[in-house]
């Protein structure tokens, strides 16, 4: 089961590999440009999340993750060769479907290998959702880490050295994971369908709106706005942060029952943002490094992990499609959002837009919190 998480991770790192790069790869296009191609992942998961949902019950949980490998590297192999604006929304992109395919299928998969070494059904399903939050969030605070060092020892080298590691790893793990046995022989569903929102789960899955919405922000307009203040690799290190923060929390919180977590996550998400914008328009570190943790423990270690796994465990007969569902929303507010604070602060400037998103954030979250279910003792 841990080779799945491996591939999780491995494909995550393309993702955020090149974040440190992506004011570089603007090149003064402005914050709504940027956040426009960085938008392209979660655009294009949730236009093709229909296919992608059942398609790890058409070919297998096997072939699908084998597809988001394959896709994930070629992300990184394009940006190594062609970097700029235009390649980085191709690539983010690639990325998108490959981290819809790995996605929707891991979680499963790690789950009924579970099964199959004796594991309960919602126990396995918690694993499974485990292996997936773990293997992404930890990509997501690893991959940004790497390219800051790299960029620290040879600022200079275009592409980075990590690039190429990458690549590596990605070839040394593809053939690991063929050999891993495919757990799914029920009869082959319809090509097309739409992804399932399990009965009970509407707020814990609609939490991920603000919760991947302020990550969103935090990747794109926080740095942007950073540099203009002269702190160019600042957004970089915060990000690092709050996820790597949030990777932490998920083992600390892994035992935490889904609805106790979301009324946890909420608040703190609110906190975490406030100080990271904060920081922002301000342009002070202090408030910028301790309000990014805080966020990232809200956003990876418990909306995500508790919104995930509510949304399997309701729907044990339906994993990937449950998946599916939860990542779209989860994706819209990891696209749209820093999509609409971008332009924003382009019209109206940073500090009014990351200002009016705490705003929403706090809203957001005083009504979640109403619909949650109440914990049982």
């Keep these: 089961m841990w080779l799945v998480g491996l591939a999780v991770f491995a494909a995550g790192l393309s993702t955020t590999l090149p974040l440190p790069l992506y004011v570089e790869y603007a090149g003064g296009g402005g914050t709504g440009m940027l956040a426009a191609a960085f938008a392209c992942y979660a655009g294009i998961l949730i236009l093709t999340a229909p296919l992608l949902g059942p398609l790890p019950d058409r070919i297998g949980r096997r072939a699908c993750v084998l597809i988001g490998l394959l896709l994930a ?167 690092a942060g709050m996820i790597l923060a949030g990777t932490l929390a998920q083992q600390a919180f892994r035992a935490m029952p889904p609805w106790r977590a979301m009324r946890l996550g909420l608040p703190l998400l609110t906190l975490g943002a406030g100080l990271v914008f904060a920081g922002a328009i301000l342009g002070s570190m202090w408030l910028l490094l301790l309000g990014a943790p805080l966020a990232g423990m809200a956003a990876y270690g418990l909306v995500y992990l508790g919104g995930l796994a509510a949304a399997t465990a309701a729907a044990a007969q339906e994993r990937p499609r449950a998946t599916a569902g939860f990542f779209v929303v989860a994706h819209t507010g990891f696209a749209l959002v820093p999509l609409a604070v971008g332009l924003a602060a382009d019209v109206i400037g940073s500090a009014a837009a990351l200002s009016g998103m705490w705003i929403c954030v706090l809203l957001a979250s005083l009504l979640l919190l109403r619909r949650l279910p109440r914990p049982t003792a």
């Design 73 to 239: 590297g070629g992300s990184t192999l394009l940006l190594a060769l062609w970097p700029g604006l235009g390649p980085l929304a191709l690539a983010r992109c690639m990325q998108g479907i490959a981290m819809g395919c790995i996605s929707n299928a891991a979680g499963a998969w790690a789950a009924e290998l579970a099964e199959r070494q004796g594991a309960a059904t919602e126990a396995a399903s918690r694993q499974g959702a485990r292996v997936v939050a773990m293997g992404t969030a930890g990509s997501f605070g690893a991959g940004p880490v790497f390219t800051l060092l790299n960029l620290l020892l040879w600022p200079e080298m275009r592409p980075p050295v990590v690039f190429w590691a990458h690549l590596a790893l990605l070839l040394v793990l593809l053939p690991a994971v063929a050999r891993l046995p495919e757990t799914y022989a029920g009869p082959r569903g319809a090509a097309l369908r739409l992804p399932f929102f399990p009965p009970g789960t509407l707020a814990s899955t609609m939490a991920m709106l603000p919760g991947w919405g302020v990550t969103g922000v935090v990747l794109t307009t926080v740095p942007a706005t950073l540099a203009t203040l002269g702190h160019a690799r600042a957004g970089a290190w915060a990000v």
